[in-house]
C-alpha cells in the first residue's frame, strides 16, 4: 500500500527494533512523515537514513511522562501537527508468579501499560485538533491470559481496558482508537526474559512455528490508519496460522 497517508504525521514509540521500527518504514512507505522515538538512539539514526520520507528521531523513554511530552512537542514544532501516536514500546520479562522478581513486573506496568497512557496524554490534545488516530499494539495476551505470563498479560489485559475507555471519550471528538493484538512476532522481545525456562520456551515456539514478521504487524497498522475517516477500526487479532 503507497502513498495512503500523504501529509500524515506519525509518532511512533518503540521504533528502534522489532515492530515498531517495521512500523516506521511502512508508514514513511505509504507517504507519512514519522517521528521515530526510543533510547537506543544510534539505532533511531540508523533508521532515519533508510526512511524513504521525511522521519525525524527523538530520544524517548515512555517511563518518563516528561519525555513522552517532549517527543510530542518535537513532532509538532517539525511537522506542525500530529496525526496518530502508535503505542508500540513495551518489553515481556516471561515468569512464574510464584519467586517472580518483582521489579520486572514494575518495569513492564511501567513501560508497556503506564508509557502508553503518558503518550496518549501528551498527543491528545493534538489529536483531537487534527482529528487523529491512537493505534496500542496490545497483544494476544491482552485477550487471554496464560501460565507463566501474568505481570505481562496484566500490563496488556490494561492497555485494552484503557484503549476501550479512551475510545468511548474521544470517538464523537473524530479521533480513532485501534488496538493491535499480534500473536507470536519473531523479533527481540523473547531476548530479553531473563527466567531461563521461560525463554528456552519461547525459542521453542519460535522454532515450532512460521511466525508473524515484523512487516506483517505493520502491515495491518497502514491499513487501519488508512481508512477513511467514518471508518474506525477498533480492534484487529493477528496470530501466525500455526498458532493455536
Ligand atoms: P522489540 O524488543 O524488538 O522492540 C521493543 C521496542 O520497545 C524497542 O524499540 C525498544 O527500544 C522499545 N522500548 C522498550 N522500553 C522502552 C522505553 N522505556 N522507552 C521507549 N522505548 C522503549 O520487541 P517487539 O517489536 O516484538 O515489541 C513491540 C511491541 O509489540 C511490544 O509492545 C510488545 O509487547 C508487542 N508485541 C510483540 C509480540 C511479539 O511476539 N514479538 C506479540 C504481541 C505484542 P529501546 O530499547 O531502544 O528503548
Redesign the pocket.
Known sequence: MHNTLNDHVALV?????????AIALALSRAGAKVVV????AE?LDALVAEAPGEMLAVT????DPDSATAAVAAAVERFGRLDSLVN?????LAGPVVGADITEWVRMIE??LL?SMYAAHAALPHLIESRGAIVQ?????GRIASAGNAAYAAS?FGINAFSEALRQEVTARGVRVTVI??????????S?ITDPVMREMAAGIQQSMRT?T?DDIANVVVFALGQPDHVAVNQILVRPADQV
Open positions: 514509540t518503540g521504533a528502534s527494533s522489532g515492530i515498531g521500527r522515538g526510543a533510547r537506543r539505532r524517548l523513554d515512555v517511563t508500540n514500546a513495551g518489553l515481556m513501560t508497556n508509557g499494539v496490545s497483544s494476544t495476551s496488556k493484538e499480534p500473536g507470536f512476532v519473531a523479533t527481540e522481545l523473547t530479553h508473524l515484523a
